[in-house]
């Protein structure tokens, strides 16, 4: 059965994830009509010239009026704040959800200010690239990628099946998961590591015996990736951190143990320790592949901008 297009979808924030819901769902006619909301004089103006909404909203409030669903497209820690911010606008009826990369933070934060006629079910897309802002998106970074939803108690089951129905038609596969346990998944799989590049990065551009200039002209494939993953948006990782607290602090001591045992190995010659772990570790690669979540061609930076990684949605403008 074909996707009934929703008559109005607002976009509140026009960063990588924003942008290139837009342009999925002008590609797919999936909604008559985009409002936008952005920060930022510029963001606002450089929507409209990219065509990415057809009316551009200095105020959040004035861009979900008469809205049939609404996106929250911000950093985790700006959902609560907008979603006081537009909730006497909402239309009954509406659907509110989000695309943060923590999820019970977010439904702490925004169900207060959610109308009890208005339906507000969480979600997650994990699509991403290192680049921000209206002109980093394109239609198919959904593509062959999850969604998870994390609908509340009492959510109305044939909400919850429109809003699968919309992500399915933006290319996504589509989960429904409890959000405690999306927030313990996502902080392995992609908040942890995110965390690690973060680090090594700043690591190797403190040391006083190699030079940053050494850095650069010598970066192997791995320390390149690492870079990559550490050109993210600033604003958006601070506010998982802080919202995902716990989950990544538990995960940071099982990592530490881990890497404690890779240190003994490697200080006692226990090649066999460590042939073990890397044989592990090179089996999940393949199957990351097996699922079609990558491929095992290597581009060593030099592909296109749009390459896909498993970072979180972008900053709010």
């Known amino acids: ?29 999936l909604a008559t009509s985009i409002s936008g ?26 861009a979900v009026r008469d809205a049939d669903l609404v996106v929250l497209c911000v950093p985790v820690g700006a ?6 911010a537009i909730s006497k606008a909402l239309k009954p009826g509406a659907i ?39 002109d980093s998106g394109f239609a198919s970074l959904f593509e062959n990628r999850w969604c998870i939803l994390t609908p509340l108690g009492g959510t ?4 919850t099946a429109r809003l699968t129905a919309f992500w399915k038609a933006c290319g996504s596969n589509v ?19 995110q965390l690690i590049a973060f680090n090594i990065v700043t690591t190797a551009a403190d040391l006083e015996e190699v030079t940053q200039q ?6 192997a494939g791995g320390f390149r990736d690492f870079t990559r ?25 099982r990592f530490s143990e881990d890497m404690s045992a890779l240190q003994r190995a490697i200080r006692w010659g226990d090649g066999d320790m460590l042939f073990d772990t890397f044989t592990r570790a090179r089996g999940i690669r393949q199957r990351i592949i097996e699922a079609g979540q990558d491929t095992d061609e290597p581009d060593f930076g030099r592909g296109s901008q749009h390459s896909e990684t498993t970072a979180p949605a972008d900053g709010r403008d």
């Open 79 to 84: 959902c609560g704040p907008v979603a006081e």
């Open 214 to 219: 050494e850095v650069i002209k010598y970066s």
């Open 229 to 253: 993953l550490a050109a993210s948006d600033p604003t958006m990782w601070r506010d998982v951190y802080l919202n995902n607290k716990q989950a990544v602090l538990e995960l940071l001591g």
């Open 37 to 62: 909301h952005a920060r930022s004089a510029a963001t606002r103006e450089r929507a409209m010239e990219l065509g990415l909404a057809d009316t551009m909203h200095e105020h959040a409030a004035d």
């Open 156 to 159: 109305d089951a044939d909400v």
């Open 1 to 29: 059965m074909a996707f009934a297009p929703f008559e109005k979808v607002a976009l509140i924030g026009l960063g990588l994830i924003g942008s290139s819901l837009s342009h999925v769902m002008r590609r797919e006619k």
């Open 96 to 134: 509110v959800t989000d695309v943060g990369s923590v999820k019970s933070a977010v439904i702490r934060e925004v169900s207060p200010h959610i109308p009890g006629n208005v339906h507000f079910v969480p979600g997650h897309p994990i699509a991403g690239t290192e680049y921000s802002g209206p």
């Open 175 to 193: 989960d429904i998961m409890d959000a405690d346990h999306h927030d313990r998944v996502l902080s392995i799989t992609s908040h942890l590591p």
